[in-house]
């Protein structure tokens, strides 16, 4: 997903993260659900059985569709993104920016499961942020494994955590565990985003990657990323696309953010 303001690729973007149903993908079937919509709202007297046959479909798949309020699960995801505004997106916006924040973090403190939920890492500083971003989002947010021995605490969302999922996953956050093994890359949109989303991500990162080095105030913080080189080389371009003089020292798994670098992204996302 390139450009998330571009609202029908999203959507498709956002259809794919299903399975496909049968012979058809995911976003074929989304067509015909269209296709037969439009068609009924024309012919509201007709019942499925001409309906299949005016537009060459197999009864069986659409008889839900037209004779009761039935919908594929993928149709059901797309409704409630759309009636939460969540293909609505705009650069530089509320919601955009801490849309924004939300992929960042699946990043550098998240993780979606195969369920396509997503769990947000938190400590007592960065909660808040979180627990914004998901109210921005209609979510609201839910205290995750508060009390476990050596786990982090996270945030959920409240409400339709697996649909907010699938949007992230569109927006090119990654689903699963993130490994070394795994090849990992930056989001595609950050290629197009002006530079206030682009620091919105980055600040985003370093506020849950970056761990102090007071005694190395030329390089104040350092960042441990067991990443391939190729994403770890993508973290430091963005990172130095928004600093002049430089922002990264180091290429290995554990790098150093410069004093420059440090004053200007070590701050809250928004």
């Known amino acids: 997903m390139v450009d998330p303001t571009d609202r029908e690729p999203l959507i498709r973007a956002f259809a794919e ?45 659409i008889r839900a569709w037209v004779d009761s309020d039935g919908r594929p699960d993928v149709v059901r995801g797309i409704h ?45 500083r960065t909660q808040g942020f979180v627990e914004v ?20 605490t996270e945030l959920v969302p409240a409400a339709d955590a697996s649909v907010l999922g699938r949007l992230l996953v569109a927006l090119g956050a990654p689903l699963g565990p ?3 093994e795994r090849a990992l890359s930056l ?3 950050l290629t197009v985003a002006p530079e206030p989303i ?17 005694e190395r105030p030329t390089t104040p913080l350092q960042l441990a990323e067991e990443r391939r080189p190729a994403y770890r080389a993508e973290v430091r371009a963005l990172f130095e696309s928004l600093v002049d003089g430089g922002a990264v020292r180091g290429d290995a798994e554990s790098y150093r953010l410069t004093e420059s670098a440090a004053n200007h992204l070590h701050k809250p996302p928004l």
């Open 17 to 61: 993260t299903y399975d496909a149903a049968s012979e058809l993908s995911s976003w074929e079937l989304v067509e015909q659900y269209r296709r037969v919509q439009a068609y009924t709202a024309d012919h509201p007297r007709k019942g499925s059985a001409a309906v299949a046959s005016a537009l060459d479909l197999p009864r069986s798949r």
């Open 80 to 124: 409630t993104a759309d009636a939460n505004g969540w293909f609505d997106v705009e650069w530089e916006t509320t919601f955009g920016r801490h849309l924004t924040v939300l992929v960042a973090w699946i990043f550098s403190g998240g993780s979606i499961n195969d369920a396509y939920r997503p769990a947000f890492a938190v400590t007592p």
């Open 133 to 152: 971003a998901l109210e921005t989002m209609g979510t609201g947010s839910t205290v995750y494994r508060n009390d476990a021995e050596n786990r982090a």
């Open 178 to 180: 993130k490994t070394r």
């Open 187 to 189: 989001p595609g949109f």
């Open 198 to 214: 682009r620091l919105v991500f980055a600040r985003t990162y370093v506020v849950n990657r970056a761990t102090a080095r007071d």
